[in-house]
Structure formats: C-alpha cells, structure tokens
C-alpha cells in the first residue's frame, strides 16, 4: 500500500526505467540513510507491475537466522498463496519464489538485506547462486537489494567478489532537494511562510518520512515542540532508534563520534584525542560507516595556488536531525521525559537562533546546487567548494569560511551563512572582511563576498555595495 503523495527522485526513477528496455534481468542495489525514502522509491516505480516485496526482521539479541527464514517463508506465502513452509535453508526459499516469478514484467524487493543475513553466513552465497540459477533466467524481472546499513552493503555486495559483475545498477539515495521538500510540505498542506518552512527543513533536512510527520494545523514551532520536546514526540526516541538498529555492537563508538562532532567540525587526531580511541583501523572503520550512511562529511580543505587537497581535513555532522537532536534534545531530555521542558506559552525556544544557524548552515551546503545556478557557476568550472579552514602558522593566520567555492577563473566566492528571524545589520561587513583579510589569497585572485540570508538585509548593507551577492535563501521556496 502506498500512502501519501511522492515527489522529487526524477533520475533515480529515470535510471530504474530505463531497465525496462533490457532485454536481461537485472540486479539492482539501492542503499541510504534510513529514513531517506529507498522503499517508498521502489513501490512507487513497481507501481504499475507485478511487485513482491520482502523484509528482514529488526534485530534484537533474539532474533536468529532461522527467524529470519520464517518470516521470508510467511510473506511469501502471503503474497503468493502458497502454503507456508519450514525452511532451514534459504536456497529452498528463493526456489520456491522463482517458481512464481518465471515469466512476465517481475519487481522483487529484498527490504532491509543486512537483517535477512543476519548470523547465516551462507546467505549471499546462496543468494548469489539463486540469481544465477534462477533468477535471471527472466529476462524480464528486477531484483532490487536494498538496506539502510550501507557500509554493510559496500562490503559484501557492491565490492564483493560474489556479485561482481551482476549489478546492473547502483543507486545512492541522498536528501531530497530543497525544491521537492518544498513540494511535498505542499502536498501535505504546510503552506505557512518560506521562513517557517525554513525553520522545518533545518530540523528535518531534506528526509522525507520527516517531513511528512509535520501536522499542516501547526505552526513550525508548535511542530518541532509537539515532536522534539514532548515525551512520546516521534522525534524524541529516533537517535536511539537509528543507532540501535544500524549499528548492532558498534552503536557506543559511533554515537561517541557523531555526539563530538556536534560540537563542530574535528579533524581525525582530535577525535583519537577526545574520544581517547587508539588511532587505529577500527576507529577508522567506524568513521567510513558514518560517512557511507550520509550521517556526517569530510571536508577537505586544499591550497588555492595548486589546486590540489591538503592533508588538513575535518570531519563534520552533517545530517541535521541528528545534530539537532545532539545539541537541543538530548541535554534537555530528561526534562523532556517528565514532561517538564516546556513552557507552553512561550513563543521560542532557549537559545533557538544559535542552534538554527548550524542547522540552516548544514541545510545550505545540502543544497550548494542551487547557490550554483544562482551564481552563474557552471559545475564544470568548480575546482573546489567547501567549507574552507586555514590552519595558523608562522606565515598566515588561521581562519575559517563558512563555505568557499574556488573556479578555473581565478575566482574565490567566500559564501557567509546567517540564519537571523531580523534583517542583517551592517557588522556582517566587518566579519567577512576580516575573514577575508586572513585568507592567503593567491596573486591574480579576485575574493567575491556572497551573504547567505533568510530574512533579508538592512539598507546599510546594500547601500555599502560590498557584497558581490545578497542571496535570501527563501527565495527558493515557494510563497
């Protein structure tokens, strides 16, 4: 069943049909944050054809392969009419499934591929052994793997030798693009203005299932406190939901890393020193895992003169209900669970510009695209973009922009991000020139300062005529 409206996903969905005119089956991997919309992809392009769908079991310290086996067998008797069956080995199970999907326009989903694994090492074995021999001998059917632990994934189908050379298409699911956030706060009838479909998006960021638990009879914050302060608010259990079940007995070392990196952007030795984790291959992995599940970035900084990456980096929490939850909910929660956090009459929250700014920050570079075309920038004249470090030394100063962009021109568009319910005053000036001034800029370079803003300016500003850009960030939304 397929429940509410769905927008956005054009070439994710264009790269699925055009599978429609092979003339051989195909395999296909589909991985992403959890939240992020894979499923609800696939029913929507399986709309219109013959479609079984298939999930693992969540795990708990009692689920076991065997239940895993059963629940397969009780969906696919649910879905094909065939008698339920105890099977103690899944090669038994996709022959029975193949014998229902031999012929015809076919899409099988297997949900949550890493549950059905889960303690049987013969699985992918097996799996890979049913494509072969079965499977695609349809030439009309699509198989679809999909799972929100990507890092598993990667590991054992993408880059496993067993599956190599059977994928026929890969496909990463990122947030959705401001425009189709937009379009499906619309859907659900949240017509308030840009500013509070702002306030929305930088709690939610650009993850559907999010998004669609906002009530269009409430206001942004009437929403964000009916889901993030109140003791059954949806938003209030997710962290734990997220981390329990994506990363099994690794959750405590990821929670630790992403709870740091909520403080801001660290670079890889101050993690080690932090956390006081040895600096070895297994802090290493749980960062890649981080990084593959879209929950955090990697900024690398670069030299401007050669155009190449420096060693320097920096690690950054990049998914907004996470660093939303880390920063505004979990030093409240206790509070929060005895329903005491909240005034109802109180109109904001503590402290709610200083943390909208990271989130609105976090929300921009999600949708840096849209600075692009605003900017006249064509991609392929992007050399680098991204938040810009410049570590002190005995020859510079250290500084820090909120996101730079560098083009073959020899053109620096140093982008400041503020988030303010006011107009922004004059004192904008002072601060990104003297970020500027720090910046060792090349000879021949031209620094082009860009405001970033959601609330527009005050005539101060734009009588100064220092700004290359004034970009009001609501202008992308709808009004």
């Known amino acids: 069943m397929i ?11 264009s790269l699925l049909n055009d599978l429609l005119s092979k003339k051989v089956a195909s395999l296909v991997v589909i991985k992403g944050r959890r939240r992020i919309g894979k499923s609800r992809l696939v029913q929507e392009f399986a709309r219109d054809k013959k479609f079984y769908v298939f999930s693992g079991l969540a795990p708990n310290k009692k689920t076991t392969a065997q239940m895993q086996r059963d629940e ?24 029975l ?21 889960l303690k049987d090492p013969g699985f992918l074995g097996k799996l890979k052994n049913a494509w072969d021999l079965y499977f695609k001998n349809n030439p009309n059917l699509i198989l679809i793997l999909c799972g929100s632990v990507s890092s598993w994934i990667e590991k054992n189908i993408i880059n496993s030798t067993g599956f190599f050379g059977r994928i026929s298409l890969k496909l990463t699911l990122e947030e959705l693009k401001l425009n189709d956030c937009d379009a499906l706060l619309r859907h659900i009838g949240f017509n308030r203005s840009p500013l509070e479909k702002l306030m929305i998006l930088s709690l939610t960021g650009g993850i559907p299932w999010y998004i669609e638990l906002i009530n269009p009879g409430y206001s942004a914050m009437e929403n964000i406190k009916k889901l993030c302060f109140e003791r059954d608010g949806i938003m209030v259990g997710e962290f734990d939901f997220i981390f329990h079940e994506l990363y099994g007995r690794r959750w405590e070392n990821c929670k630790k890393i992403v709870e740091y990196l909520a403080d801001g952007p660290a670079q ?16 290493s992995t749980y960062l890649k895992d981080l990084l593959i599940s879209g929950f955090i970035s990697r900024d690398c900084a670069w030299h401007l003169t050669s155009d190449k990456d420096s060693l320097l980096s920096k690690f950054r929490l990049s998914d907004n209900y996470l660093r939303f939850y880390l920063k505004y909910i979990a030093p409240r929660l206790n509070k929060i669970m005895k329903n005491q956090f909240l005034d109802v009459s109180s109109p904001i929250l503590p402290n709610w510009e200083g943390i909208m700014g990271l989130q609105f920050e976090n929300l921009v570079l999600n949708n840096r695209k849209l ?14 973009d991204n938040p810009f470090f410049q570590r002190k030394t005995v020859k510079q100063k250290g500084c820090q922009i909120d996101y730079l962009i560098q083009t073959k021109h020899n053109t620096l568009f140093v982008c ?64």
């Open 3 to 13: 429940n509410g409206p769905f927008v956005g996903r054009e070439h994710e969905r």
């Open 72 to 95: 397969f067998a009780r969906q696919l008797s649910t879905q094909t009419a065939l008698p339920e069956v105890k099977a103690d080995d899944w090669s038994k199970l996709f022959l």
């Open 97 to 117: 499934l193949f014998d229902k999907v031999k012929r015809g326009r076919i899409v099988i989903l297997f949900d949550e591929i890493s549950w059905m694994a």
């Open 268 to 283: 890889y030795l101050d993690i080690v020193s932090a956390l006081n984790y040895p600096s070895s291959g297994a802090l």
């Open 371 to 384: 600075l692009f075309q605003h900017l006249g920038i064509k991609p392929d004249e992007i050399i680098s």
């Open 416 to 479: 400041e991000i503020k988030f303010s319910k006011n107009e922004v005053g004059p004192s904008i000036i002072e601060a990104v020139q003297e970020k500027i001034s720090r910046m060792s800029v090349p000879r021949g370079y031209a620094c082009l300062p860009v405001l970033i803003n959601v609330a527009g300016v005050k005539k101060e500003v734009t009588d100064k005529n220092y700004f290359y850009k004034i970009i009001d960030f609501t202008q992308f939304l709808s009004r």
